[in-house]
């Protein structure tokens, strides 16, 4: 099994905001094609995001963002999901 670069944790990042450079924009899909892990981490991460951006309109209960972080891997816990609040 390859180990990720943990710089493709941070493309990640920068992709799902949005502010990613064409050359990392490259590096980080030419990654998802070759590792199935990233690419459902991605898919999971994606897919969390579009749910606590959509939650964020209807108060969501108090324990979801805590249920929320609970499922996603460690890394993106350190990162916060606050910042997607906006
Ligand atoms: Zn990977």
Known sequence: MNACPENVIY?????LDGDISPSDEQLFKEHLENCP???KQYQ????TIAF???ASHIQAPSDFVQKTMGR????RQRAGVQRWFR
């Open 72 to 75: 996603l891997p460690k890394e």
């Open 11 to 15: 493309l990640m990042d920068d992709y």
């Open 52 to 54: 606590v951006q959509s």
């Open 44 to 47: 999971e991460l994606s897919k």
């Open 37 to 39: 892990d990233c690419r």
